[in-house]
Every structure is written in structure tokens, then in C-alpha cells.
């Protein structure tokens, strides 16, 4: 009867020292991530069902990733994202919201539930990431998704391999799109300009590469290439509305959108 004790000690030093190891991204929110991942019998009764189903699929799954062969960086990205889902899922279980009850979190015929298998899919893709500006997004991915019912497990997927797919300026960008009023950015397009600097048409691509994506319009004119881009009509659409919401955009400093704006004004 003592080994599973030992095993459940072990689990959880493995965890916590992952946690703590990711500090160096998530700052403050370790000591949160920490107590929630934590919680004995009676810090599950406080969590809900949801949310000790959520603390043990994010505890199972970053002790298993945490037993592969891991960098010290890898190991501090996986630790940042875990940290920053759990601190963000305890905060809101704290303001009195739910935990999706769809069945994200259960798992299912011997079948490991939707929610673990999300998670994995985050801090794989979080584990090789050199953008580290990325990573705390990544986490409130996990953490937005967990209450969000209308996310199913497969576009969480599809949301989680966009999100592999930019870089951190094109989620600045997209955090521009939405807030372009404040900025005085560039109104029309670039067609008949002889020269760009290369910091320029670095991000026209980038805005372009959105473009095509489906994550962004330029007020219902086509581009073609980087000159057809219109700074001033982007808009967020589609999957990239889902994007922002998702990844919390909004929380993107506007210092990190400012080197952008000046150069699409």
C-alpha cells in the first residue's frame, strides 16, 4: 500500500520541480501554478470536479513530457507553460467561473481524454519553441481552452498547430490589427513605391503570410504581395479572431507592437 504514495510523491516532485524550473517565463505565477497543482483531498473539493480533473491531466501529461530527453531550455518552456495554464486556471476557478463539463476532461473507454491529449499537443510544440515571447501565450491557450466550450478537441489542434506556425510578430501584428486606431497606421496600400527597406518588407511578408492564412484582410481587397498590403484595413478574421481570443493577444505589450506600427505608418 506505500508505493503508489511513493509514486504519487514522486509524480508530484517531478512536477513541481518542472513548475518551478519555468519561473525564468512565468514570473509570479509559479507560487499559484504551484498550490494548484498541488491540492490534497481537500484542495480538490475547493477545485470542483473540473478542476481536479483539470490539475491531474496537466500534472500527468508535464511529468510525462518531462521524462523524455529535455534541454535546459525545453525543460524551462515546458515548466513556463504549465505554470502559466495552472495560475490562469486558478485564478478563474477562484472568481467563481467553470470548468468546460462537456467531458474534455474525462477520459473514455481506455482512452485518454481530450484535454490531456490538447495539452501534450501545446507543450510539444512549446518545448522546441526559440521565440520564448511565445510561450506565456501559449499557456493561456491551455487555460482559455479549458473553459471554453465551443473548442472542440479538434480545433484546439488546429489552433494549437497555427499558433506553431507564427512568429511572435505576426501575433503582434494581429494584436495591431485589432488595435490599429491607436496607432495612425498607414492608410492604403503600397502598389507604385519604388524602394522598401528591409525592415519594411520583412513585415509586409508577414503580413501578406496572414494574409493567405486566412487570419487577417485588408478591408476586402485582395493582395497579391507585400505592396497589396493595406496596414490601415487590417482586420482579424476567422480562425485568427480565434487565435487572439484564445492565446489572449490582447495581453501582448503595446511596447512589442511599436517597432511595428512606426514602420506601417
Do not use: W
Amino acid at each position: 500500500m506505500e508505493k503508489p504514495l511513493k509514486d504519487n510523491e514522486r509524480k508530484t516532485e517531478v512536477i513541481q520541480n518542472l513548475v518551478k524550473g519555468g519561473a525564468e517565463i512565468a514570473g509570479s505565477a509559479v507560487g499559484a501554478a504551484l498550490g494548484f497543482l498541488a491540492a490534497g483531498p481537500v484542495g480538490a473539493v475547493a477545485l470542483g470536479a473540473g478542476g481536479a480533473l483539470a490539475a491531474m491531466a496537466l500534472k500527468q501529461i508535464g511529468q510525462e513530457v518531462s521524462e523524455r530527453f529535455l534541454s535546459q531550455r525545453e525543460r524551462i518552456r515546458v515548466g513556463g507553460v504549465i505554470a502559466i495554464a495552472a495560475s490562469e486556471i486558478s485564478k478563474r476557478i477562484d472568481k467563481g467561473l467553470d470548468l468546460r463539463n462537456d467531458g474534455f476532461f474525462e477520459s473514455c473507454c481506455g482512452n485518454r481524454s481530450d484535454a490531456e491529449e490538447v495539452v501534450e499537443s501545446v507543450l510539444l510544440k512549446s518545448q522546441r519553441e526559440p521565440e520564448e515571447k511565445k510561450i506565456v501565450y501559449m499557456g493561456y491557450l491551455i487555460a482559455n481552452i479549458a473553459f471554453d466550450t465551443n473548442i472542440s478537441a479538434s480545433m484546439a489542434h488546429q489552433i494549437t498547430k497555427a499558433a506553431e506556425g507564427l512568429t511572435y510578430r505576426q501575433l503582434c501584428i494581429l494584436k495591431l490589427a485589432v488595435v490599429k486606431s491607436a496607432f495612425q497606421l498607414r492608410q492604403g496600400d503600397y502598389r507604385g513605391q519604388g524602394s522598401f527597406s528591409k525592415e519594411l518588407y520583412q513585415i509586409l511578408y508577414e503580413c501578406v503570410d496572414l494574409y493567405h492564412k486566412g487570419f487577417i484582410n485588408f478591408g476586402g481587397s485582395v493582395a497579391f504581395g507585400p505592396t497589396d498590403v493595406n496596414p490601415g484595413g487590417m482586420t482579424v478574421q476567422g480562425l485568427g479572431a480565434d487565435v487572439f481570443n484564445l492565446m489572449s493577444l490582447s495581453k501582448i505589450p503595446d511596447q512589442d507592437l511599436t517597432s511595428i506600427a512606426m514602420m506601417l505608418r
